[in-house]
């Protein structure tokens, strides 16, 4: 039998938690030591979620009784803030992908901005590699601590990074209007997520200014090797659980058309398992990649000259959040990037 | 008794008949003699729509069956093409209110461009009067024939006409982003648009080209007094029944904030009674005008300098369709311009 | 002008709060003077509900804040339990519409039995008449309280109530198998009614005992002249805001034909403007009652001989809430019982 | 390499189709040779289902251009009525797993009479076995060809089955209300089944007679040892996608207590991969098995004496279709049971 990784997931009764749980339960390689949580303590995963009954899981723990000794991987998935306390006390030799937007920003004064209390664990904050798997996966392979990108970053850079690398788009006036599911909000019990009050709405929240535009503007002025990016960023719910398409509009360099854009990406992802260009004039849309690890993207001209529309759909869950995770988690320990992640999307 | 206008409406079995049915048996200066319809002629309207059963309708009849000489006003909910032929066989005394695309169009061959065939009532089409309620009422009060606007449109115009017209905004580089309801489709039995297909989906459609932007920007450009705007529109369905959400992205003339913008609406809005500008900061979401004739309307400053975002909502079959064309009707007829229209939204 | 019974609301920012809002803003001959509640006190409506910003509305007050002097009438929605305390308190000459499950239970031990705590009024608990506006009219014209019914009764019993009285049916082995949409849950915020809980969900609850038989037997028992009727009942949520659709299993007594129940119904609604028997085949649905204060119901022949299926439809928050509420507001004032809520059920 | 039995799929464009890609892509043991379908052949299926477009499938072919001689099992997913003319073409050495009803019915009178038309297929007919894959696994062992069950009579047969031959249980007065997903009436255009139509919709269909008793009552007087069963059934449709919930009402033999009744559930599917009976008090809702091949079940006690309900959950496309027919696959080629089978639910 295959070697096996033992590792923990930490917050283990949040969403992406679940996700983890339902991924890594068909991983050869991964094998699932602790399940660790604050309120949830001392509960059988079934009966938090009962999806998962008929799995053969540990029960979850309070954090202090996980066995680090037992773990060389951890996935984190515990709040904002509370992230990068408990990171920060982990064994050295354990490696760490932690889905939360703590150690994604580099500044830590553009963390204070956006995050609102300064950053408790700086040290760390250097150390970490920002995991957006098929751009950095050189940087992810050695590193021990991966900051799992954010579900709206992920599905704009992914099309964005190789565009910007290409020159042929401007670097201003870029505009991403994003669609979410309601998932991304988590399973907290709030009033405005209720089933009322999300089905038959459509709502846009934080616009003109969502954490979110740190982490993609970080990458896109990296990208544009210093050159300061900005982006207009406007995040929605739709009533859906999963999912996040992302419209991009886009100014092209004088004498570009949207046709080489596409070619630039189809060039560029022409060999990754999870992020397909798809034929021209296709659409994608958010139910073609339920439950999958993919990106889906296309390129349309517009009928303002010049301007390009980009189409980019994601699994919240998965490529933006715990599908992502363990393909970074592949790359670091040497697996191939798609073990445990050929589930087909669930349609209809 | 209040007197009541005779009306017909063509077109009686689709989703707009059916919402015109639902606001007009509450209108107290409307009497629909006549429903009209081609397949469904000869039942009873609560065999299409059981939940109209309560109510004491005529029965359906066809085209041909329709008493003109009873009939002071007609709503026409005909598919495009099929509405202008029709149209020009009326009797010049009946006031009518076209609910098609077929005479939003004032230049035919851009009409032709988009629609696919010539327009067959030249004639009629100089005629028509577009028939956005609260910014062309003058024209709608004399006019034999109202084109009644498109739902997104609609949405998108409410709020641009009175900014451009201010000379606040840049009248290039405006991209509306639309989100709609599937019931902007119709009931026509598609395969794409089955629950299964729609529900858990976000989707966009005729990216980078869609039909409603020669409306649209036909109604700019004569704001513009004649400058020729362009416009970037992308169309986008959610799965919910009723509703759009359109954001809009502007570029300012250099020197205007965004609370401006704001305060030009809310001056041109104040004395109205279906659009609202929403208090700052709050963005208005499709439930809060779901079966309402509102639009809902707020302007957010852009992180990016010099940009604005607005977000506007209707609900597609109401202020979209069936609400303002019984509006346009009020106007045509000197009722107050909100009888038969006072319907709360329901939520949730 | 008509004149105006100054009523107010208590527990106003619930859904059965709001949905009275909606109604009673279109009645002409209520007015609202109050709108009290507790978290929300202070606030303006349209904060806690931006649907019913466009009404002109007074601002929420704490419930000690009420003017009882100016008030004729109450509609309280208060959670069970705090209705019976604050019920007590109020001056002798308002009239109460209480929508808690506070006074419809008559006997003391039955409703310490379900609610879980002695009840704290029992001279009102006598005075309270059942507020099953279509069965108990003559009552509820005089009194000073009325307990409107819960909603899964309401769906139940207008149908089953005639045919008790009929004689036709067994009063054994009734089973009540009801389907509800979220809303019925309230606006609390609740994990397992989170969107993504709810969404691609059918789940049952209270299998075998929910507290609503305890309603529903109490009615049937009395109709049976005091022999004690006992029903099976399974409430089940449904991923939809609103609607309930109850499906009933009865044995009919030798010799009966389900056609027979189908007239007696027929009969006994036949002038009623809310309950209709929908003809011959027609299962109702619960949109076509959407919004609507209706009731449809339909019998149906089992293939089990000597067995009838009854399919029975509302709108939980209306005709099972506030909808009958208003009824019953209109019994008891002497106006015609349709007074404000013409509403056409709003489809699609 | 594992060998891989060459496989077709017939009616590959169906969802029942679809869903037998995802499945058997992942499984080992399971090549997919050909894929054919009428409407769609020569297509490529990523133009008939994008979420598949990441596989590496054959275009669909028509029906007469598989190659037979490279097949040696054939999943068809036809339609009725079609199914048993192909299938009584194909060569003798081709093992079938049929989806359709034609060969669910033993008796040739019973079968006309739901289906309205003669079976031309008597001989195979006879041949056929019920593939309810825990109740008939030996059977189902060494069939040419299985008749994989209806969604409705698994998840009403898996909890019967095995309490019927308890003898614990009364023969008459079984009433099933079944709730299910709109998956389950496929892929047809129909407007009944446009989002428009279902979404905030409850309804029932079908009331005192769906085809699918006559595949329930076989099966239980089978068990019943040749008493004939009749069972009362009410098909209802929610607005989701996928699962069936069945709330199963039923009479103990006197002196017999519910637990007794879910002991002996517990105690059959004890060591079963994918019928799970719930602990005391969890009523199994279906976004527990949303995507895998489980039936979750519970039983409670009612109020009412000597009754008990039954709740009982599946997913209609995967335990209800084509997981159960991939379980049947992997009984007649002797593989364990859940190759290929071992995907965790997908919540939210």
């Given at each position: 039998m295959a070697k096996r990784i033992p590792v923990a997931i930490l917050g283990a009764s949040g969403y992406t938690g679940a996700e983890l749980v339902r991924l890594l339960s068909?991983?050869?390689?991964?094998?699932?030591i602790s399940l660790a949580a604050e309120t949830n303590a001392?509960?059988?995963?079934a009966e938090v979620y009962p999806h998962l009954r008929a799995l053969d899981l540990p029960r979850i723990v309070a954090l202090p009784e996980v066995k680090w000794n037992e773990i060389q991987a951890v996935f984190c998935c515990l709040p904002h803030g509370a992230s990068q306390e408990i990171i920060a006390q982990l064994p050295r030799n354990v490696r760490i992908i932690d889905l939360?937007?703590?150690?994604?920003?580099?500044d830590s004064a553009t963390y204070e901005k956006w995050y609102g209390h300064p950053h408790m664990a700086l040290g760390l904050q250097k150390e970490a590699v920002y995991g957006l798997s098929e751009i950095y996966r050189a940087a992810i392979?050695?590193?021990?601590l991966v900051a799992n990108p954010g579900c709206y970053p992920t599905s704009a850079l992914l099309p964005l990074v190789p565009l910007m690398n290409s020159g042929?788009?401007?670097?201003?006036?870029i505009i991403i209007d994003a669609k979410s599911g309601v998932t991304g909000a988590g399973r907290k019990a709030l009033q405005e997520n209720l089933f009322a009050e999300i089905n038959e709405d459509v709502r846009a929240y934080s616009v003109g200014g969502h954490r979110h535009v740190a982490e993609i503007e970080q990458t896109l002025s990296a990208t544009a090797l210093g050159t300061k990016v900005m982006v207009t960023f406007t995040p929605q719910v739709v009533p859906m659980n999963r999912g996040i398409l992302s419209t991009i509009y886009l100014k092209m360099v004088p004498g570009v058309a949207a046709t080489e854009l596409r070619e630039i990406l189809e060039l560029q992802y022409e060999n990754e398992p999870f992020v397909k260009i798809m034929p021209p004039g296709h659409a994608p849309s958010t139910r073609e990649v339920r439950g999958a690890n993919h990106c889906f993207i296309n390129v349309f001209e517009d009928r303002a000259p010049g301007r390009a529309i980009i189409v980019s759909v994601i699994d919240n869950l998965v490529k933006g959040a715990s599908g992502q995770a363990v393909q970074n988690f592949n790359i670091m320990f040497g697996f191939p990037e798609d073990t445990g992640l050929n589930q087909v999307a669930v349609f209809p």
């Open positions: 068909n991983h050869p390689h991964a094998e699932i001392g509960k059988e995963m939360s937007a703590d150690f994604r920003i580099y392979k050695n590193a021990r042929k788009i401007s670097l201003d006036g």
